[in-house]
C-alpha cells in the first residue's frame, strides 16, 4: 500500500540554523500539507499546497517558513531560523483531491532546537 | 473556531477490557470525523471516519458514532489487545475542500497482557 515517507527521522540543529525537512507524498496525490505537534499540545495545522502554491496557511506558518516542490516527488518546509519553540514534530500529509475527506500522514520528523 | 477535544492519557487498561476514549468537537458547519491512531515509530493512520449525524465509523473492532446532539464522537472496543497499544487521535475536517485537519492532543492507550 503506497504511505507517505519523512526523512530525516530526527533532526536536530542549533539555534537560529536552517532546517530543511523532507517530504514523500503518495504518488497520485495532488494536495500536500504540514502539521506540527509540539510535545504534549494538540497537532497543528501549518500550510495546505496545491498547484505549486500555498491554499491555505495558519498564524503560525510565518515568514521564517517555507514550502516547496522541487520535483515531482518531494515536498519540503524549510525554516530560516529555527527558534527553541520550533522543536516539535511536523507531520507530511497528502490527498488526491478536495472531495476526498481523508488525508494520508508520514510518520513524522522530531525537530530538536538547541 | 472548530476544536477538538479529547481525553488526556495515558489510559492503561487489562487485555480484554472495555475501551472509550471520549472525543467531544467544536466545528462552524457539518465536518467529518476521524480517529487516527499511530504505532510506536509510524506515521498518523486513518482508523475510521464518519461523515454526518448518527454515522458509525468501524474497524478492528473499533466503533465511533457521529453525535451531532453532544457534538461527540467516542471511540470504543469491546476487547483490547496488547498490540493495540498506540496513541489515538481524534480529528475533524470540514467541507467544502477538506483543507485542514483540526486534531485533538492524542490520548496513549497502553494495553497489559
Known amino acids: 500500500e503506497p504511505e507517505v515517507t519523512q526523512t530525516p527521522s530526527h533532526q536536530v540543529t542549533q539555534m537560529g540554523q536552517e532546517v530543511i525537512l523532507r517530504c514523500v507524498p503518495i504518488?497520485?496525490?495532488?494536495?500536500f500539507y504540514w502539521y506540527r505537534q509540539i510535545l504534549g499540545q494538540k497537532v497543528e495545522f501549518l500550510v495546505s499546497f496545491y498547484n505549486n502554491e500555498i491554499s491555505e496557511k495558519s498564524e503560525i506558518f510565518d515568514d521564517q517558513f517555507s514550502v516547496e516542490r522541487p520535483d515531482g516527488s518531494n515536498f519540503t518546509l524549510k525554516i530560516r531560523s529555527t527558534k527553541l519553540e520550533d522543536s516539535a514534530m511536523y507531520f507530511c500529509?497528502?490527498?488526491?483531491?478536495?472531495?476526498?475527506?481523508?488525508?494520508?500522514f508520514g510518520p513524522g520528523t522530531r525537530l530538536t532546537v538547541l | 473556531g472548530d476544536s477538538v477535544t479529547q481525553m488526556e492519557g495515558p489510559v492503561t487498561l487489562s487485555e480484554e477490557a472495555f475501551l472509550t476514549i471520549n472525543c467531544t468537537y467544536t466545528?462552524?458547519?457539518?465536518?467529518?470525523l476521524f480517529w487516527y491512531v499511530q504505532y510506536p515509530g509510524e506515521g498518523l493512520q486513518l482508523l475510521l471516519k464518519a461523515t454526518k449525524a448518527d454515522d458509525k465509523g468501524s474497524n478492528k473492532g473499533f466503533e465511533a458514532t457521529y453525535r451531532k446532539e453532544t457534538t461527540s464522537f467516542h471511540l470504543e472496543k469491546g476487547s483490547v489487545q496488547v498490540s493495540d497499544s498506540a496513541v489515538y487521535f481524534c480529528?475533524?475536517?470540514?467541507?467544502?475542500?477538506?483543507?485542514?485537519?483540526?486534531f485533538g492532543s492524542g490520548t496513549k492507550l497502553n494495553v497489559k497482557p
Open positions: 500529509a497528502s490527498n488526491r483531491d478536495r472531495s476526498t475527506d481523508t488525508q494520508y
Open positions: 504518488s497520485n496525490h495532488l494536495y
Open positions: 466545528a462552524t458547519g457539518y465536518p467529518s
Open positions: 480529528a475533524l475536517s470540514e467541507p467544502p475542500g477538506f483543507n485542514k485537519f483540526y
